[in-house]
């Protein structure tokens, strides 16, 4: 089975600070996603990473950066964390070119105070 | 704009009564549509996906949908609730264009709940 593994499940950290958001699979996927999950919003793409070092913007871009440094991790950086960034961060991959949606990590809690 | 809407925040069914999760769409060009679950402190689960062909797919643990091309739907059904089926369940759609990058477009959620 493939494997999403994010690093932390739950992370409390200050306004303010530098957070990075650690994303591992196992399974030589190209396409690589980072969400945000709010309640009542749904899930809204923040990044995505179609090959290793190719970035793309999703819908919520703003006040994140991504790394794609090699094909099995792909970081979301929260430059300034901020009280709106408080959310659960989900991250994805996906092979391409085959019709099947993508395989989750469990997810980060972020809390930011 | 291309969409996904749920338009309910709950479902509530009593165990062994069937259950349906409404989903409807709005794309461009032929969908490719998705279920996903997410039980609490979870990932989301794959459940099925509709591409092509016949209109009633099956997933896993029973689901199934029907993709309704003229009501731009794609329901999420199955004939037996179970208790241990509440979660969260997400529709999501791939917007035309996006096939090499996968990019998925998610509706806001529906959280089931099914009663003893």
């Known amino acids: 089975d493939v494997k999403v593994t994010q690093s932390s499940r739950y992370l409390v950290k200050r306004t303010g600070e530098k957070v990075f958001l650690e994303c591992v699979q196992d399974m030589d996927h190209e396409n690589m996603f980072w969400y945000r999950q709010d309640p009542g919003l749904g899930l809204r793409l923040i990044y995505f990473s179609y090959d290793v070092k190719m970035k793309e913007k999703g819908d919520i871009p703003e006040g994140y950066s991504v790394s794609r440094e090699k094909k099995e991790r792909f970081s979301l950086i929260l430059e300034s964390a901020s009280t709106n960034q408080t959310s659960m961060y989900l991250c994805a991959s996906r092979f391409p070119r085959v019709s099947y949606g993508y395989t989750f990590g469990s997810g980060t809690r972020l809390t930011v105070v | 704009a291309q969409s996904v809407a749920q338009p309910e925040d709950q479902v509530n069914v009593a165990e062994g009564n069937p259950l349906t999760v409404k989903c409807t769409y709005s794309v461009s060009g032929n969908p490719y549509l998705f279920w996903y679950v997410q039980y609490p402190n979870r990932g989301l689960q794959f459940l099925l996906k509709?591409?092509?062909?016949?209109?009633l797919v099956k997933g896993s643990y029973g689901f199934e949908a029907e993709f309704n091309k003229s009501q731009t739907s794609f329901h999420l059904k199955k004939p037996s609730a179970l208790v241990s089926d509440s979660a969260l369940y997400f529709c999501?759609?791939?917007?035309?264009?996006?096939?090499?990058?996968?990019?998925?477009?998610f509706g806001q959620g529906t959280t089931l709940q099914v009663k003893p």
């Open positions: 999501a759609v791939r917007p035309h264009g996006s096939s090499n990058t996968g990019k998925l477009i």
């Open positions: 509709y591409i092509t062909g016949d209109n």
